[in-house]
């Protein structure tokens, strides 16, 4: 039934978008020959007329649309028709052409408003992170750090941890033996080594059984997180030095050690390779009993975990008055719409790979999946965050999307006539194919993630 309801939903936002079209088209009294639902795909499953408009229904129901005369091959009007599209000014068609987007995000604002009104709390998208349980082993520097159960957890490395996605991301950053190092932190180490084995020049082989005294190296930096990376919107990177095998099997080697005897298969520089990939402190700020305590640090094993089991307690924002209704609806809409130009963005500069890329599929077991569990109120807020992705997704400039119409009248305006039919409907066709194919692609991920349960 969840997932019932979340196809209607997504059903009702296609037709919200559709009608936007035709109403600001009957606004200025245009001519409309057809209101589709879905797209003409496959069979029909209805056709039937509403005024002067055929209106049909597709079987395949990933979208839908709106056409004008000016769309049907074997249309009688004269060219010069007032009643043909093209022949209506370029403000008229503009507005027509983006009243689907306008429309899809008035309707995103009137789920979040209805959810606030009538739930009276909208998600900050934010958490308080509680420490649960301390599941390190003894040894671990945890114990040491001051931390205890029932702490909040504020800040790590200077960075506020508004989720438990921030934890995680900062324990798998910094964790021990990761196989790389700062390089000036090399550079520093090989000063050390250099001054302590002075017999020893920094790229020459290490004679066999010669003794290499090891100085006191300390840690590698703390590890900073920018706010991106924190959400998860942005993927982390570590731009450090790679050790090679031979300097990875050195720091296991002499991990805590003062002095080893050479194989005469290494160099001093790989020895400073090996002594500067070791931890990285991770420095927590936490609450407790209302007082604010730094701790001393703790240090990730080398899975990247920290021992700590947490409870992750959502923040929840109170709507009770028209004024924080308003407030914090349009605050929801405007943070999520970073969020989703944000997440465009890193698809269009490759920063996401293909195979992360999904569709209604997975959109409809998500959406069933939180009803189920949440129920609709929750299903209402994904709901308009639907609609507003559908309403940046519809205006990027591309053919066979109302962004590649508003693309044309802008060419338009800028000639002082329109480009050749031929070419707009290649251009059209060409669109059309490539939403096709990503159409495809994505299904197949949805398909593909639903099998694996990766959702």
Known sequence: MSIIIMILLLSVLIL????????????????????????????TLWEGKVG??????????????????????????????????????????????????FANIVCAFVLVFLT??????????????????????????IWQSGLETGDKILEINGSQINSPYGLVAFGQASKKFDGKA????????????????????????????TMVKIPDTGTESEITLNKDQLMGVEKIKNTEIKLND???????????????????????????????????????TIERDGKII??????????????????????????????????NSGKYLYDNTYMLLYG????????????????????T????????????????????????DLAIVNFLPIPALDGGHVLFLLIEKLRGRPLEEEIIEKIGTAGFMFLILLMVLVIFNDIYALMKNQF
């Open 16 to 43: 919200v978008h559709e009608a936007g079209h035709f109403l600001a088209a009957k606004m200025f009294k245009m001519k409309v020959s057809k209101f589709g639902f879905g797209l003409p795909i496959g069979p």
């Open 52 to 101: 002067d408009v055929q209106v049909l229904v597709h079987a395949f129901l990933l979208g839908g649309y709106v056409a004008f005369p000016d769309d049907e091959k074997d249309e009688v009007l004269p060219a010069d028709s007032p009643d043909r599209f093209m022949n209506r000014p370029i403000y008229q068609r503009f507005i027509v052409v983006s009243a689907g987007v």
């Open 116 to 141: 606030a009104t009538l739930w009276g709390q909208l998600p900050s998208g934010k958490y308080n992170v509680i420490v649960k349980k301390i599941t390190a082993e003894k040894s671990a520097s």
């Open 182 to 209: 700062d390089e000036s932190y090399i550079n520093t180490n090989l000063e050390k080594l250099t001054k302590l084995n002075p017999t020893l020049s920094q790229n020459e082989i290490i004679p066999e059984d």
């Open 246 to 284: 031979t300097q990875k099997e050195l720091r296991d080697e002499i991990e805590g050690k003062k002095y080893f005897l050479s194989d005469g298969k290494i160099t001093l520089n790989d020895v400073a390779y090996a002594i500067s990939d070791n931890v990285h402190p991770i420095n927590i």
């Open 294 to 327: 730094k701790l001393k640090p703790i240090y990730s094993n080398t899975e990247g975990l920290m021992g700590i089991e947490y409870d992750a307690q959502k923040i929840i924002i109170p709507t009770k008055d028209f004024k924080s209704i308003v407030k």
């Open 344 to 363: 465009l963005k890193q698809i269009f500069t490759g920063k996401v790979p293909l195979n992360d890329l999904h569709g209604v599929i997975l959109i």
């Open 365 to 388: 077991k998500l959406g069933g999946d939180t009803i189920q569990n949440g129920g609709i109120f929750p299903g209402l807020l994904l709901t308009a965050l639907i609609s507003l």
